[in-house]
């Protein structure tokens, strides 16, 4: 605990000395930030979720047939951000129905979520092989290379949109590496569409997603021993349609300091000035196909909702 403690206090004094504040998403998943992210999942504004819930369940068997198609006798399947896996059980049942010889291999950082996700597909999928990897992505990726040759690899959910242009690419090109020609890749991807359906998504009517952006000040408090006054702090969200960025920011509503009891240290704030705390990027078919290739891919096969709304899209290592 000391080392993940010292890892957040060193993100936030790098973050609230910059300019502008910035803070990583990667933060909000405590314990009452991964509940409050259940509850965003079942909002009526937020698509995502049940978007690619519906195309797993129309086009599973043909998803699964494309990341097998080049496999041998065995194969992993490696899901990045496993979580509580709902979605991946879907394409798990194809998997053991059609009978190839596969271990599910699920990465997560946190122990408690993968402890709950072991426990649940040994009950409900018990003759499915599970190695499950508790690491960060950089680590996973890393045992990835000394892996068996025939692999598949997920990253659902459009938590590639987390990413900026830079870092987006430098992360798939670092997915690419490990990969042999038969391997493959499933990635999500939230498509844009009409902008005020984006807005909504992270701006909900009852607020859950203000109380997930608020609670990230909860945790410093508790954690770091911070002061923040959430009543002088609110949730603000823009869409940018042009270059497809959802941004996040908590707003400081009044001229304040917060004192960091872990840091030592005591950071101003201006009314109205921001911290940003998230992005999440809406792409278009094009841009995809665009980003697969600069990152050394190519699109194997694209499997959206009716609405377009969303896309599975499953990739490859450019043919030699």
């Not at 599910?104 to 408690?112: E, L």
């Not at 892996?147 to 690419?169: C, H, M, Q, T, W």
């Not at 408090?221 to 920011?249: I, K």
């Not at 792409?283 to 909702?305: K, S, W, Y």
């Amino acid at each position: 605990m000391v080392n993940v403690l010292t890892e957040l206090a060193q993100h936030v004094a790098d973050g609230l000395r910059r300019s502008p504040k910035a803070l990583s998403s990667m933060y909000f998943y405590d314990d009452v930030g991964s509940r409050l992210f259940q509850q965003i999942m079942e909002l009526p504004e937020y698509y995502p979720t049940r978007t690619e819930f519906a195309i797993f369940r129309e086009y599973g068997a043909a998803i699964a047939a494309a990341l097998r198609a080049e496999a041998g006798e065995g194969f992993t399947l490696v899901e990045l951000g496993a979580g509580d896996g709902a979605k991946t059980k879907l394409l798990l049942r194809e998997l053991l129905a059609s009978g190839p010889d596969f271990t599910y291999a699920p990465v997560d950082i946190s122990a408690g979520a993968m402890t709950g996700l072991v426990a649940a597909l040994q009950q409900e999928l018990p003759a499915l092989r599970v190695a499950p990897v508790v690491e960060a992505y950089g680590p996973a990726l890393e045992q990835l290379r000394a892996g068996p040759d025939s692999k598949a690899v997920l990253f659902l959910g459009s938590n590639i949109g987390n990413f900026g242009p830079a870092e987006r690419l430098d992360f798939l090109r670092q997915l690419a590496a490990p990969l042999t020609p038969a391997d493959r890749l499933l990635i999500g991807f939230d498509l844009q569409k009409d902008p005020r359906r984006i807005r909504a998504a992270y701006d909900d009517a009852q607020g859950v997603t203000a109380a997930f952006n608020l609670n990230l000040l909860t945790r410093l408090n508790r954690e770091l021993g911070a002061d923040f006054d959430l009543a002088h702090w609110q949730h603000y969200t823009d869409y940018n349609p042009v270059n497809g960025a959802v941004r996040s920011f908590l707003v400081s509503t009044r001229a304040q300091q917060v004192h960091i009891a872990a840091l030592e240290e005591t950071f101003d704030f201006a009314a109205w000035e921001v911290i940003h705390t998230e992005n999440s990027y809406k792409f278009t078919l094009p841009q995809i196909e665009a980003l697969a290739t600069e990152a050394g891919l190519r699109v194997v096969a694209t499997f959206t909702d009716a609405a377009t709304d969303f896309a599975d899209v499953v990739l490859a290592t450019q043919e030699q």
